[in-house]
């Protein structure tokens, strides 16, 4: 699985914005795999930010972002979004797509995830 992330950019705070996660090489619906978004904000570790089932169902949150993002997935269109509403500073951060056949391992075990893209800068500015 290839993943690609779009839609980062520069806004003030109290903006929305809506990332993308473009995947090839292997359809999300095809198999059981799962699909997360994590930030890394300069000179912090890597942190998970939201995890969506493989049929959309089931969602998971950071307690962070718990009320203004939300995460999502068409798997005809093999793409995955996270809407960030109510931006903050502190959401300041690259933001990575990651996926793997297992959920537990997105929002638990990130070192055993298996497939990242490369990552989308957004800066929230106060």
């Known amino acids: 699985v290839h993943l690609v992330e779009s839609g980062g950019g520069l806004v003030q705070a109290g903006d929305s914005l809506r990332l993308s996660c473009t995947a090839s090489g292997r359809a999300f619906s095809e198999y059981s795999i799962a699909v997360g978004w994590f930030r890394q904000a300069t000179g912090k570790e890597r942190e998970f930010v939201a995890a969506v089932s493989t049929s959309g169902e089931s969602t998971y949150y950071a307690d962070s972002v718990k009320g203004r993002f939300t995460i999502s997935r068409d798997n005809a269109k093999n793409m995955v979004y996270l809407t960030m509403n109510n931006l903050k500073p502190d959401d300041t951060a690259v933001y990575y797509c990651?996926?793997?056949?297992?959920?537990?391992?997105?929002?638990?075990?990130?070192?055993?995830?298996?497939?990242w893209g490369k990552g989308t800068l957004v800066t929230v500015s106060s």
């Open positions: 990651a996926a793997d056949g297992l959920m537990h391992s997105l929002v638990e075990r990130p070192t055993d995830v298996d497939y």
